[in-house]
């Protein structure tokens, strides 16, 4: 069944359940793309953003107290994850996300005419001093903020929280270290997880830094950043508004122009997020290195068995949990260079790329966030030490004899370490044999724990 619908450039043929428009449905028809729709993440906060618009133009008297209660309550249905299935919108659509916004202000007119009895027209009453060009940047910023302060900020602290709760419990064990995959003097799991932990922070740290741009907000701007069509209050007053409304203090812009014709504040978040899938990488890999074996790699811990490893070898597990979380980095990775991409894309007075900016931040925050809680739940927190395997590999490591260079000479201590690679002979023993130093003083200088501190 089919109902008529009409715009600016004519009658079109809409689904006749559909609570969208003909503006809605030319989109669907011209963007057969992707099937990708931008997340409910952004729906909302554009319904957010709907509400609080609405409430500014009735402060500034310019819409009715009436109307302006029905669209709020309309978009509250929407942010509480109602009608999802009406916005069908590809991603991949006209550059300013038009087609995303008036299939909003469509939406809202239909809810409001439906449960309100009120006939609100998407452009003259829903879209009131408002431009998809401040806007789709606004909800942007929103909806990233929302999703990076609810989810990934939080999913990073419980992985760091993890990491140093796993690293109070390694104080006493003392394993090789590794640099080029080469043995190298040791250190304890404690210090190991130590720099996990710390880079992790300054992850964290980074992200947390773009709030103060992201809530920033592009509303008011309108169509250029010159504000045509909207009140000079109606940014301060927006903010107000939306600020009460989401549980953030969020303030205009300080140029509209900046605001919509660039976007280098979500740049600086995908950045961030970039950088911290790398620090994810190195605790994966880090982890993968170290429960490898269990008979022929390293094998210094015991990642938790989750599930069978091979279709073909019997008894083989594998650590899929890194592996899915290594494979979720690398998406992210991409994603960064489709918003890099996509943020050089600003030309004159906007920014031409914005719904699939916005899909990709928001991809990467909920991946980050998913595999950074599997990461600490299923990963860090159950491992066990293989205490056997480590103690084997350190009291046969010959870099040891490192301690010794003010003693014997980095000369003298490199014949001696390559001679008990050569006699497959623990170093203290080729020492002994070799110099003139005591058992009881090599005990003393090679003792591995006492060459885990400072000095």
Not at 182 to 208: C, F, K, N, V
Request: hydrophobic residues 40%; glycine residues 4%.
């Amino acid at each position: 069944m089919k109902r008529t619908e009409h715009d600016s450039l004519g009658p079109v043929e809409v689904p006749a359940e559909a609570l969208y428009g003909a503006q809605t449905q030319r989109a669907v028809d011209n963007f057969k793309i992707s099937e990708r729709r931008l997340q409910p993440a952004f729906i909302q906060a554009l319904a957010q953003i709907k509400s609080a618009c609405a409430k500014t133009n009735a402060e500034l008297g310019l819409l009715d107290n009436d109307a302006a209660k029905a669209i709020a309550a309309a978009a509250k249905r929407i942010i509480d994850g109602e009608f999802y299935d009406q916005f069908p919108v590809d991603v991949f659509q006209t550059g300013s996300g038009t087609s995303t916004n008036m299939n909003m202000n469509e939406v809202l007119s239909h809810l409001v005419e439906r449960d309100a009895r009120l006939k609100l027209h998407p452009n003259d009453q829903i879209n009131m001093s408002q431009s998809s060009n401040d806007v789709i940047p606004t909800a942007l910023h929103l909806s990233a903020l929302n999703e990076l302060h609810l989810r990934l900020l939080p999913a990073l602290r419980h992985l760091d929280d993890r990491i140093r709760r796993k690293a109070s419990t390694l104080h006493d064990v003392v394993k090789t270290g590794r640099t080029h995959l080469m043995d190298a003097m040791p250190l304890t799991l404690e210090q190991e997880l130590t720099g996990w932990h710390h880079q992790l922070a300054a992850s964290i740290e980074r992200l947390d830094q773009t709030t103060s741009r992201l809530t920033q907000l592009a509303q008011g701007g309108t169509a250029v950043g010159t504000g045509i069509n909207a009140p000079v209050a109606f940014s301060r007053l927006f903010c107000r508004h939306l600020s009460a409304q989401v549980g953030m203090t969020l303030t205009p812009a300080k140029s509209f122009f900046t605001a919509l014709s660039s976007q280098d504040t979500a740049l600086e978040l995908s950045a961030a997020m970039r950088t911290c899938a790398t620090t994810l990488i190195k605790i994966a890999d880090d982890l993968r290195w170290m429960n490898s074996g269990p008979l022929a790699g390293i094998g210094e811990i015991e990642l938790q068995p989750l599930q069978p490893g091979s279709s073909i070898m019997p008894g083989k597990v594998n650590p899929v949990i890194p592996e899915a979380v290594l494979m979720t980095c690398m998406q992210v990775c991409g994603n960064d260079t489709t918003v890099a991409l996509s943020a050089q894309r600003s030309n004159f007075q906007l920014n031409v790329m914005l719904p699939v900016i916005a899909y990709n931040l928001l991809d990467s925050l909920s991946l980050l966030a998913n595999a950074a809680t599997a990461l600490a739940d299923k990963a860090i927190d159950p491992f066990t030490v293989r205490q056997d395997r480590i103690e084997q590999a350190l009291s046969r490591n010959p870099i040891l004899v490192t301690a010794l260079n003010r003693v014997i000479g980095y000369e003298k201590a490199a014949a001696l370490a390559k001679q008990a690679y050569a006699e497959g002979r623990p170093i203290i023993d080729v020492v002994e044999q070799e110099t003139d130093l005591s058992r009881e003083e090599l005990e003393q200088m090679l003792d591995p724990h006492l060459l885990t501190r400072p000095g």
